[in-house]
């Protein structure tokens, strides 16, 4: 990862059962907001220990069945979404319940929290929850800790995913938010482009190439620009099979 973290909260109870506290903190983002601001405020927060399985998504569209396969309009998910499942309803022999469920577009992703009374986590949240490392909130001062995520984040996507939950949670109780799936965020092109990220467009370019690497917070993350790189690339419509989710939720009392 590499962004700067500064914890003002080092004890992390969890919120429910699968799902974690997080924060509050300082992020150091990979890009700068604006000129002048290097720390972004994080305010406390949960976040779903694992990413969204194909059970709890089949779960879904039998109770939410706009969103089933052979219901779903172009407007909201592009003709790859949730081809790997047999039938609109049924996930077949070699799709496992408990893996992370992808090819799920921004829109049908943040449906499905929706209907859990939740959301999708903002960019600045998402990364902020995997700067930590196993020990502690900033995963910087645990050796080999950027060198891992780089691999993990350049290695060659699986035929087949494993379970969630197979790694080591971090300081926060989170597991697989590296090396697992790209996972959905809220604002997920909003580090490079500005507008309405929900449609995937932007009239307004503000970082590329050398401007890029004159905005840059941490300029040896290479992995946290390998994330903003694809965010930036996707459109709401738009689904993977290395692409999935997990769903956020704001704490009572929060100001935000």
């Known amino acids: 990862m590499g962004a700067a973290v500064i914890v003002s909260l080092v004890t992390a109870a969890p919120a429910a059962t699968l799902m974690a506290r997080v924060g509050p903190g300082l992020l150091r983002p990979v890009y700068m907001p604006e ?14 220990r694992v990413p969204v399985t194909n059970g709890e998504f089949l779960r879904f569209v039998e109770t939410h069945p706009r969103w089933r396969r052979d219901r779903m309009p172009t407007l909201l998910a592009d003709a790859g979404y949730l081809t790997h499942w047999a039938t609109p309803t049924a996930l077949g022999a070699h799709v496992d319940a408990d893996a992370p469920v992808t ?21 600045t949240e998402w990364e902020f929850a ?23 984040a350049t290695a060659p996507a699986s035929a087949g995913r494993r379970r969630v939950g197979q790694e080591p949670p971090n ?18 092109n909003g580090t ?18 050398g401007v890029g690497a004159l905005a840059a917070g941490d300029k040896g993350d290479y992995a946290g620009f390998l994330r903003a790189a694809f965010r930036s690339s996707l459109e709401a419509r738009y689904t993977g099979t290395s692409l999935g989710f997990r769903c956020a939720r704001d704490i009572e009392g929060a100001i935000r």
């Not at 000129?35 to 779903?48: A, Q, R, S, Y």
């Not at 909130?137 to 800790?145: K, M, Q």
């Open 35 to 48: 000129p002048g601001v290097t720390e972004i405020n994080v305010k406390p927060f949960d976040l779903d």
């Open 103 to 123: 090819g799920v577009s921004w829109f049908a992703a943040k449906a499905f929290c929706g209907a859990e009374g939740k959301r999708l986590p903002t960019e």
């Open 130 to 152: 995997a700067a930590a490392g196993r020990q502690g909130p900033d995963g910087r001062t645990e050796p080999g800790f950027t060198e891992r995520l780089l691999a993990l």
């Open 171 to 188: 300081f926060w109780g989170l597991h697989d938010l590296h090396g697992l799936v790209w996972e959905w965020v809220l604002d997920f």
């Open 192 to 209: 490079l482009v500005t507008g309405d990220s929900r449609d995937g467009k932007s009239a307004e370019t503000l970082r590329f190439c």
